[in-house]
């Protein structure tokens, strides 16, 4: 059974960071993509950012190109998202999730991830 545990997530004043982690249990798979997303009351999920495996080739959304940093941890499967200067319109709800396939186009296949945690809350006040 496929899990995923985000963790991490807070209220931080702009300019601040947060690392959230996402913990994955249930499988066994070499190749995949991990992606975080975002999501606020109202909008669309979207893309923050992405890393396959095994290769670990990493992905960004522009909003997050520079400050964000994703990586992976294989021994203990968690994906990290470090976020650095962190912009009130960074608020939202972030999530976790995996696809059984690189992460080409992830940012537009969002439905291609078919496993999501249940999401971490990150608010960030000006």
């Known amino acids: 059974q496929v899990q995923l545990v985000e963790s991490g997530g807070g209220s931080v004043q702009a300019g601040g960071s947060l690392t959230l982690s996402c913990a994955a249990s249930?499988?066994?798979?070499?190749?995949?993509?991990v992606g975080w997303f975002r999501q606020t009351p109202g909008q669309e999920r979207e893309g923050v950012a992405a890393?396959?495996?095994?290769?670990?080739?990493?992905y960004y959304a522009d909003s997050a190109e520079g400050r964000f940093t994703i990586s992976q941890d294989n021994a203990k499967n968690t994906v990290s998202l470090q976020m650095n200067s962190l912009k009130p319109g960074d608020t939202a709800m972030y999530y976790c999730?995996?696809?059984?396939?690189?992460?080409?186009?992830?940012?537009?296949?969002?439905?291609?991830?078919?496993?999501w945690g249940q999401g971490t809350q990150v608010t960030v006040s000006s």
């Open positions: 999730a995996v696809r059984w396939r690189g992460c080409g186009n992830w940012d537009v296949e969002v439905e291609d991830f078919g496993y």
């Open positions: 249930g499988y066994t798979y070499s190749r995949y993509c």
């Open positions: 890393i396959a495996s095994p290769d670990g080739t990493t």
